[in-house]
């Protein structure tokens, strides 16, 4: 399956990108300087980055906020969305959301930010004379109990990404077993939806402490591929505008591939890079 990426996506020359994810913690730039010092109730905990330009972009109640992040580096930032413009101010193209934990303030990155059907993305350096395998890993989780959010991560050349089988190797007690495999990656979760009342007081779907799941899979990347695109799409959640949380994602070579020259068998060789 390939990932929903616009065909007229730029892709930059191999040379210039980086072999492997960048800020694949999303911890790149703090809060403050995400969301220009905003502290206004509603304002706190997501903001809207266009990669492009680090502008950045929030609403609550009917009201509108942006500036531009300070010292803006988008090679630092690395991040890009397959969004398009659409109607409302959120929906800016190729913009990516992140959001921060009320409970921890860890900073993590929406999926579904305003649009169904996006995916956040990365471009990658991977030339190499032989097959190398790649291994994947990331955190996931749905954004309340209300709804299995859904994703998969699709790496291949832009445009022909294909859906990685990702391994569940945590759980988060809400019944999913490690162990299981699948290209859809779906996390049980047991926090309330946004707005509930519990005990009086009003919910944040921003509390995901011990909610979070651990995936791990591996890719191949065959000789010759100079750019590999790294896609984390969003299947199915709750609404255009939210679910599919995701955190701490990593690429890195795992070992080469090699061919035995004398008879042409294939060897790996774990370690070595």
Same mark, same amino acid.
């Given at each position: 399956?390939?990932?929903?990426?616009?065909?007229?996506?730029?892709?930059?020359?191999?040379?210039?990108?980086?072999?492997?994810?960048?800020?694949?913690?999303?911890?790149?730039?703090?809060?403050?300087?995400?969301?220009?010092?905003?502290?206004?109730?509603?304002?706190?905990?997501?903001?809207?980055?266009?990669?492009?330009?680090?502008?950045?972009?929030?609403?609550?109640?009917?009201?509108?906020?942006?500036?531009?992040?300070?010292?803006?580096?988008?090679?630092?930032?690395?991040?890009?969305?397959?969004?398009?413009?659409?109607?409302?101010?959120?929906?800016?193209?190729?913009?990516?959301?992140?959001?921060?934990?009320?409970?921890?303030?860890?900073?993590?990155?929406?999926?579904?930010?305003?649009?169904?059907?996006?995916?956040?993305?990365?471009?990658?350096?991977?030339?190499?004379?032989?097959?190398?395998?790649?291994?994947?890993?990331?955190?996931?989780?749905?954004?309340?109990?209300?709804?299995?959010?859904?994703?998969?991560? #699709? !790496?291949?050349?832009?445009?022909? &990404?294909? $859906?990685? *089988?990702?391994?569940?190797?945590?759980?988060? %007690?809400?019944?999913? @077993?490690?162990?299981?495999?699948?290209?859809?990656?779906?996390?049980?979760?047991?926090?309330?939806?946004?707005?509930?009342?519990?005990?009086?007081?009003?919910?944040?779907?921003?509390?995901?402490?011990?909610?979070?799941?651990?995936?791990?899979?591996?890719?191949?990347?065959?000789?010759?591929?100079?750019?590999?695109?790294?896609?984390?799409?969003?299947?199915?959640?709750?609404?255009?505008?939210?679910?599919? #949380? !995701?955190?701490?994602?990593?690429? &890195?070579? $795992?070992? *080469?591939?090699?061919?035995?020259?004398?008879? %042409?068998?294939?060897? @790996?060789?774990?370690?070595?890079?």
């Amino acid at each position: 399956m390939s990932a929903q990426t616009p065909m007229n996506a730029s892709t930059i020359a191999n040379a210039t990108l980086p072999d492997h994810i960048v800020n694949g913690d999303f911890e790149a730039y703090t809060w403050r300087q995400l969301t220009g010092g905003q502290q206004e109730p509603g304002l706190g905990n997501w903001t809207s980055i266009d990669p492009a330009t680090g502008a950045s972009y929030v609403s609550s109640n009917n009201n509108h906020w942006s500036w531009k992040v300070t010292d803006w580096d988008n090679n630092r930032f690395a991040w890009a969305s397959t969004q398009v413009k659409g109607a409302s101010a959120e929906q800016r193209a190729g913009a990516v959301e992140l959001q921060k934990e009320d409970d921890t303030n860890n900073i993590y990155a929406e999926i579904t930010a305003a649009q169904a059907g996006t995916a956040i993305y990365q471009d990658i350096n991977t030339a190499s004379d032989t097959p190398v395998v790649y291994r994947v890993r990331l955190d996931h989780a749905s954004i309340s109990r209300t709804w299995l959010d859904k994703m998969q991560v #699709l !790496v291949g050349k832009p445009g022909e &990404e294909q $859906a990685v *089988p990702m391994t569940r190797t945590s759980s988060n %007690g809400n019944g999913d @077993q490690t162990g299981e495999t699948s290209d859809v990656i779906a996390t049980t979760v047991s926090n309330q939806p946004q707005g509930c009342h519990s005990d009086g007081v009003i919910c944040s779907a921003r509390n995901h402490k011990g909610q979070w799941e651990t995936y791990e899979g591996q890719v191949t990347i065959p000789a010759g591929q100079q750019v590999t695109r790294f896609t984390f799409l969003n299947k199915s959640s709750s609404s255009n505008n939210s679910g599919n #949380l !995701v955190d701490n994602i990593v690429f &890195e070579k $795992a070992y *080469p591939l090699n061919y035995d020259a004398n008879g %042409g068998t294939l060897t @790996q060789t774990p370690g070595s890079k």
